[in-house]
């Protein structure tokens, strides 16, 4: 994400991408020659320049805690990847560090940006669809990588808090506030070989959502769909219905160096990466707040908390105050 980022940046008019840091040495290298920045081996330089305005973090989320509350003490304006949190503690700490905080803080929930479910939300929310009563969204890709942190649940939240994210912040955003959660997955199963996921949530208009989560499909691919079923009809989409050819390289015949996570085809007309830091852009320029409250990103990682705990143990988890 870090690659992907940095080059939809570049393309915003008056943005100069100054650092560009990576655990991996030899990434920072490649990437900065491409965004014409300086690579670096540590952090403290980035937070400590004075002539910086924002920051951007794509490290790892067991990091996360860590590199937003270097962004506030440096007083940074913070682009931060999504999931915000990766466990309950770590998102109550950082609602308490960005309570407050005066700088443009949003997060990465890139699927607010895609034009197609942006138009899924405004039929809802219109009432095109009368009232609803289930809604299915679903996420397939391959798995980022067995020898990488994501193979830990414990350090990315497996295919849930990593993937699901996304899909969990849009039916907040779009359906309302959730009652009841029940998941089934194979993050604490199958740990560092592949990871699948359903949740079923129960809304609190009384719509049932049904979300699929993959990191069990062939490295390269991407596939997300949406279905809503509401009194007036039903809508769908499938970003493979346009797909007249598609390659897909197996794991064995993919080059180590290329990047294992798989994103949506796109260009700068449509490109939703370019909208999202496009937004955040303007956000810090004219001091507006982002359509993204810090809220609804805790939000999000609350369900899927609970949707964790679920398909640990099996066992629904009833919300007494919806969330």
């Known amino acids: 994400m870090g690659n992907c980022l940095a080059k939809a940046f570049g393309k915003i008019p008056g943005i100069a991408l100054k650092y560009v840091y990576s655990r991996t040495p030899p990434h920072a290298q490649s990437l900065a020659e491409q965004v014409n920045a300086v690579p670096l081996d540590r952090t403290d330089r980035i937070f400590e320049d004075p ?9 790892p989320t067991p990091t996360r805690l860590e590199t937003v509350q270097a962004g506030v003490r440096a007083n940074k ?10 466990t309950e503690t770590m998102a109550q700490e950082l609602s308490r560090l960005l ?58 939240g497996g295919v849930i808090l990593d993937l699901l994210i996304h899909d969990i912040d849009f039916l907040l955003w779009t359906f309302g506030a959730v009652k009841q959660v029940f998941a089934k997955s194979l993050s604490y ?8 996921a359903l949740v079923n949530l129960e809304m609190e208009s009384g719509a049932l959502a ?3 989560g993959s990191w069990a ?13 509401g009194s007036k009809g039903l809508l769908q989409y499938d970003n493979l219905d346009s797909k007249s050819l598609e390659w897909i390289r197996t794991a064995e015949t993919e080059h180590r ?24 852009v303007e956000c810090v ?31 629904p988890r009833r919300i007494d105050k919806a969330l």
């Open 51 to 59: 002539a910086l305005d924002a920051v951007v973090l794509c490290l």
């Open 77 to 86: 304006h913070i682009f931060c990847e999504k999931p915000l949190a990766l």
């Open 99 to 156: 309570s407050g905080y005066t700088k443009t803080v949003m997060v990465g929930q890139v699927l607010r940006f895609f034009w197609e479910y942006s138009r899924i939300r405004d039929m809802v929310r219109s009432g095109q669809l009368g009232r609803i009563g289930t809604v299915r969204l679903s996420r397939c890709v391959g798995f980022p990588g067995s020898d990488s942190w994501f193979a830990d649940p414990s350090k990315s």
């Open 189 to 196: 199963t199958q740990q560092g070989c592949i990871d699948y």
């Open 210 to 212: 049904h979300l699929e």
């Open 217 to 229: 499909h062939p490295v390269g691919s991407f596939r997300q769909s949406a279905e809503v079923c």
């Open 257 to 280: 160096s290329l990047s294992r996570i798989s994103l949506p085809e796109s260009n700068d007309s449509n490109d939703p990466y370019l909208a999202e830091v496009g937004h955040f």
């Open 285 to 315: 320029r004219s001091g507006r707040k982002p359509t993204i409250p810090i809220e609804d990103s805790l939000k999000a990682c609350e369900i899927a908390f609970l949707a964790m705990d679920s398909a640990r143990d099996g066992v």
